[in-house]
């Protein structure tokens, strides 16, 4: 490699704005998560007073991440990480609802216990609705990095910028795909390779809503597609496993995909 290419690196390096390591960002969640759900620990024993030290050292520990973020420098930061903690537990009981979905929707689920510590559902969107908070209080940045985070641990790609109603259920989940202006109520169920996105991914589109609205109630089946801004997929409607769907359906719709069945013959040995 020539002088140029280090020196380009090097003036690259140097022009970075300072943001915190991706580490960082991951451990802060991971361990906010640990202490909503001590589940996650092998032994937890902490007092009371312990729980709100280590608060307080998590609401610290946000201001400094967010102080080092210099893409918003007239933020209060201060003032963010108060209110964020101040609705935490509103928070926390949305994801209580997410584990309740699960417990309840999935024949395989034995306990609270089981959803916390394994389904990749519950964790996908309990770090979603961690972000999304952030994302909703202005903070640049910081939430795509959780979220793109969550992705990496569970194939479960849900945009900070969705709006997700409650007791949302997703079952496997690997493949699934939350674009940023997707809409979705409360008690609806998503299953693997689902996809909510835009029929067209154009950058003069940035400002518009070009993902799908979910009404409550629906269930959406392993592999289906849905894209569009103006598409809605009204409540209690049942989108069957496959379908390629740009068109808005009516409550209580059932939508299938049907397709020839080929079958194969296998001869026995001679």
């Keep these: 490699m020539n002088e140029e290419f280090y020196l380009h690196i090097f003036n690259k390096q140097n022009s970075i704005e300072p ?23 092998t032994t937890p024993d902490y007092s009371v007073n312990e729980i709100k030290r280590m608060f307080l050292r998590q609401e610290k520990e946000l201001i400094t991440i967010l102080n080092s973020t210099k893409a918003c420098e007239h933020c209060n930061n201060e003032l963010i990480v108060a209110n964020f903690f101040n609705e935490l537990p509103e928070l926390y009981r949305k994801m209580n609802t997410d584990i309740t979905a699960m417990l309840n929707g999935d024949p395989a689920a034995k306990s609270e216990f089981e959803v916390i510590r394994s389904y990749p559902g519950f964790l996908a ?13 202005d903070v640049p940045l910081i939430p795509r990095i959780m979220t793109e985070y969550a992705h990496s641990l569970t194939g479960i790609d849900i945009h900070p910028g969705a709006v997700i109603g409650e007791y949302l259920y997703i079952d496997h989940g690997t493949g699934l795909v939350i674009g940023e202006t997707t809409v979705i109520g409360n008690h609806v169920k998503l299953y693997q390779g689902v996809t909510l996105g835009a029929l067209s991914v154009e950058k003069y589109m940035r400002d ?5 609205t979910i009404d409550d109630h629906v269930i959406i089946y392993s592999g289906a597609t849905i894209l569009g801004g103006e598409t809605h997929i009204g409540a209690h409607s049942i989108i069957g496993g496959n379908v390629w769907l740009t068109k808005s359906v009516p409550p209580r719709s059932t939508v299938y995909h049907q397709s020839s069945v080929k079958v194969i013959e296998t001869k026995d040995p001679k």
């Excluded at 979603?128 to 908070?133: L, N």
């Excluded at 518009?208 to 799908?212: A, L, M, N, V, W």
């Design 125 to 137: 969107i309990a770090l979603y609705r961690i972000a999304h908070a952030l994302l909703k209080a």
């Design 208 to 212: 518009i809503k070009r993902h799908p």
């Design 19 to 41: 943001v915190p390591s991706n580490q960082e960002i991951a451990e802060w969640l991971i361990n906010l998560m640990n202490l909503l759900y001590p589940e996650r620990l």
